[in-house]
């Protein structure tokens, strides 16, 4: 993985991927006690950053393989973005999807054109080895949520535009607070950062009981999390950092931030009253890091991630209605 | 008014006021029967295009003017335009709202330091006497909403990223719906698109009962409406168009587009699924015209203006249980 991968991606999903502006709050900088900019990625086709990588990855495909088709696994979000690529590329899409995601997240993507395979998130076959055995079966080429070099490169695009619209606003040196599940958006954008604004320091963020990324950058080797589900973060609940993501996570990313889902909640409600979006939970847990938990930061400035916004209107009624 | 004054407050504006995003949905494609582009101001600084304007006219008073202060009165976007201009350029501003503004609008305004003064809607001096009144008295320069040429130009500059844009995404025959109040917005979006997207025609969007414009194009000359309040669309509840305004419409606007207020709750529900942004019953009004009075409409693709945000969250609650 290197910096010219994510430029080759950049190229790839040129006038296809949305170039999501950079939102800014005076309320929400007093809030955090120091300024913060948010790159809304709910804004994002599909409503989350991992259309970037869904469609850096289905574009590298050869046309054969293309034409064979794509299987994906994914809480939701990979999901839309693989299978909208999928459907804008014209390659047959399978997505794997867990019995107990969003009903949102189900339902566009099977509006999307892809055949929807769910499994039970707990106990039997696990999801990777379920999507390893249909691809094989079918003769489909898996595009992993993050453990996969253009889909790294892809969720990268996303630090270009952070260090081209940081410099806009004058910030060149902060702390870059990203949600982290797989770590494919974290370690994309830390590479990006590296070459185009290296005093942008990423910084992952993580729920509660899910700190697998926090206390692997503390060990140095890939820890797992004790439980499958249990935060409203559905989004971001993979078992461990990944194998290709987590040397570029020990390298260039500082101390993770681990964050209650409470917070998360709040911050989606500051995220609607204040910057008019539409953040989930796992999405606005990086907003709520730069809000709640400043006592972690020491920059001048946040960069945060605003990574997806593909939640259930219950859930988002009782953050705004709460707080 | 012409094309050089968007052109000029387009310069003062630049780099302060955001560009902001051109949204589109293939869900929303499919309601609509046609192609949508939705232009959301409500990512603007302040949460609605009435930042654009406040800050045109206030950059454009001479040093010891600005000093001295400004007043606007205003249901609330408009004041917060302004405030948050005046707090940006150094200038005093006091703001006349009404007593049953959105809580969030009259919140916001006094946060971003301006003094507000509240009238009751119904009886007593108008708005526009008491803001006349109050200007002359404190020797502070009144900033109208509407019929005012650099406010004007100022919301004219979304039509000049709206020509950029569309032309970006392949449109450059379409109508373009645009919330109308007083007819600043349309007018000033009318005027920039006459110049820089000459295919691009205007319709302007009323609720059911606040139809003043649709009636004036008709008729030919101003009309007023009949009550001062009683819809939901409380940012675009104006009495009659402006005299300085109105011209502009009768000259380059299409034929009105009238709305229910049911149908902007139903179109903020969407902007919620689908955009990610939150918008206001006013702010969605146009998108509601595309969704669902689409047989009004002839173009093979529409460009919708989403004006703001400000909405109470016990509202945005009903609208998306509801929807």
């Excluded at 009981?209 to 999390?225: H, K």
Aim: proline fraction near 6%; aromatic fraction near 4%; hydrophobic fraction near 40%.
């Amino acid at each position: 993985m290197n910096i010219e991968m994510i430029e080759a991606a950049a190229g790839r999903i040129a006038g296809v991927v949305r170039r999501t502006p950079m939102l800014t709050s005076p309320f929400l900088d007093e809030i955090a006690g120091r300024r913060v900019l948010m790159k809304p990625e709910c804004l994002q086709h599909t409503g989350s950053f991992k259309f970037r990588g869904g469609y850096s990855a289905v574009s590298a495909l050869d046309d054969e393989t293309r034409e064979r088709g794509v299987l994906a696994f994914s809480s939701g979000n990979h999901a839309q973005g693989v299978a909208w690529a999928s459907k804008l590329l014209g390659a047959p899409a399978v997505i794997v999807m867990p019995l107990d995601a969003p009903a949102i997240k189900l339902a566009n993507t099977k509006a999307m054109g892809a055949e929807v395979i769910t499994y039970d998130r707990i106990g039997g076959e696990s999801r990777e080895d379920l999507g390893t055995r249909l691809a094989k079966e079918r003769g489909l080429t898996l595009i992993r949520p993050y453990d996969e070099p253009h889909v790294i490169a892809g969720q990268g695009t996303t630090g270009l535009e952070i260090a081209e619209q940081s410099a806009d606003l004058g910030v060149t040196q902060a702390d870059v607070l990203v949600c982290c599940g797989g770590g494919g958006l974290t370690g994309g954008i830390a590479l990006a950062l590296e070459a185009e604004a290296p005093d942008l320091r990423v910084r992952p963020v993580e729920p509660v009981g899910f700190d697998d990324v926090a206390r692997s950058l503390i060990s140095g080797q890939i820890e797992n999390n004790n439980a499958p589900s249990g935060s409203i973060c559905d989004a971001i609940l993979t078992p461990a950092p990944g194998k290709k993501t987590f040397p570029i996570l020990r390298r260039l990313c500082g101390p993770g931030i681990v964050v209650p889902d409470e917070d998360c909640l709040r911050a989606m409600a500051e995220a609607f009253n204040r910057l008019k979006v539409v953040a989930e939970p796992g999405g606005a847990i990086a907003l709520a890091a730069a809000l709640y938990h400043g006592d972690k930061i020491e920059s001048d400035a946040v960069v945060v991630v605003i990574s997806g916004g593909n939640v259930d209107p219950a859930q988002f009624r009782d953050a705004i209605s709460r707080f």
